[in-house]
């Protein structure tokens, strides 16, 4: 067991399954404080829906790939706190080898849609059951990666699992090294996150030069993920996020 303190942020990494504790600053505001207990509210759904529904109509689909990929972003609660679920992946996996991600993967024949291929993956990844899973919203999808070396189209399903305990849940060693909940308050912090930026070639500006967010877990959360939890907290709580995220993501047809 060891403790890592970056400014405002305090974690604890316990037993083999990875539970994360995080702290975040406190603000003082009533109305924070009732937007972060009511993030995962039957009322906050409705409002959530709405807020995908409108970017999805403003939004062009990303370009048309090979493949088609799924990840669910994982709301729930664990001791009582409003969290995102993520996954660190093995360290003896042939790509992303120690990232962090959301439970999720390429679509499967036998899957019905991208939110069957989500709660599919998901439940192989860490024994959720999806039967269990309240889907709230699919946003449209994003390249799995930009320009040429695109192959999938990534779809994230916005779900709630409910109430969490990450020891009890059944991970798949081939898939999962660690379940990690963090507290939604901690990924709104900006004292908890910045960006990276891209270039596409030579470290010389372009027109598909892109900012990503950057999440200061442990391990970090960038690249793909760090976009899809910077559009999901733009859509669960507009008034206390502003979106980092800049750039091409989407691709005209």
Not at 13 to 37: E, K, P, T, V
Not at 116 to 138: H, M, N, Q, Y
Not at 158 to 168: Q, T
Not at 212 to 239: A, C, D, Q
């Amino acid at each position: 067991m060891y403790f890592y303190v970056r400014q405002s942020c305090v974690w604890q990494l316990g037993n083999r399954c990875g539970q994360f504790f995080f702290q975040a600053r406190h603000i003082s505001s009533s109305s924070y404080n009732d937007a972060i207990r009511n993030v995962l509210s039957d009322e906050n759904k409705e409002r959530t829906i709405q807020n995908v529904t409108k970017y999805n109509e403003n939004i062009n689909v990303a370009k048309k790939l090979s493949q088609t990929a799924a990840v669910l972003v994982a709301l729930c609660y664990t001791n009582n706190v409003p969290c995102m679920l993520l996954t660190v992946r093995p360290s003896h996996m042939k790509k992303h080898a120690g990232e962090v991600s959301f439970p999720g993967g390429g679509m499967d024949y036998g899957d019905t849609s991208v939110i069957d291929t989500a709660l599919r993956e998901t439940e192989e990844e860490i024994g959720f059951p999806k039967s269990k899973v309240d889907v709230w919203a699919t946003i449209k999808p994003l390249p799995d990666r930009f320009l040429q070396k695109a192959t999938k189209a990534v779809y994230p399903v916005i779900g709630n699992l409910g109430h969490v305990d990450p020891s009890d849940l059944k991970v798949n060693p081939n898939e999962v090294e660690k379940v990690m909940c963090i507290p939604i308050e901690f990924l709104l912090d900006p004292y908890n996150f910045g960006t990276t930026r891209f270039r596409v070639k030579n470290n010389k500006p372009s027109p598909f030069s892109y900012t990503m967010p950057i999440y200061f877990t442990k391990p970090h959360i960038w690249g793909l993920t760090g976009t899809f939890v910077n559009l999901s907290l733009m859509f669960l709580i507009p008034e206390w996020h502003k979106p980092l995220t800049k750039g091409r993501f989407h691709v005209k047809k």
